[in-house]
């Protein structure tokens, strides 16, 4: 079993920054991507960033240029800096790491909230 824990989120204003981290435990040899969904009111939970174990990122275009996902695997870390927020990044972020981009393995969620 792989046990993620997640520190981060809150509240800010538009065109702020935010910062998210996640360590995970356990079972984690298999890993390979980390990174975060987020699920706003309403909507389906989408992908917003991810990692490999070799470095390599994806981003929703929606992200792009203002998020920035990083990775400690010493640490077994990832981390998400996100600048420029804007009233829709508002939504609930969940850490996630598994073999694929279809996770098994989920962070208890964190907070998101842009003011406008």
């Known amino acids: 079993q792989v046990h993620l824990v997640e520190s981060g989120g809150g509240l800010v204003q538009a065109g702020g920054s935010l910062s998210h981290s996640c360590a995970a435990s356990g079972s984690i040899f298999n890993i390979n991507f980390m990174g975060w969904y987020r699920q706003a009111p309403g909507k389906q939970r989408e992908l917003v960033a991810s990692i490999t174990s070799g470095g390599i990122t994806n981003y929703a275009g929606s992200v792009k240029g203002r998020f920035t996902i990083s990775r400690d695997n010493a640490k077994n870390a990832v981390y998400l800096q996100m600048k420029a927020l804007k009233a829709e990044d508002t939504a609930v972020y969940y850490c996630?790491?598994?073999?694929?981009?279809?996770?098994?393995?989920w962070g208890q969620g964190t907070q998101v909230t842009v003011s406008s």
């Open positions: 996630f790491a598994d073999k694929t981009l279809i996770p098994a393995h």
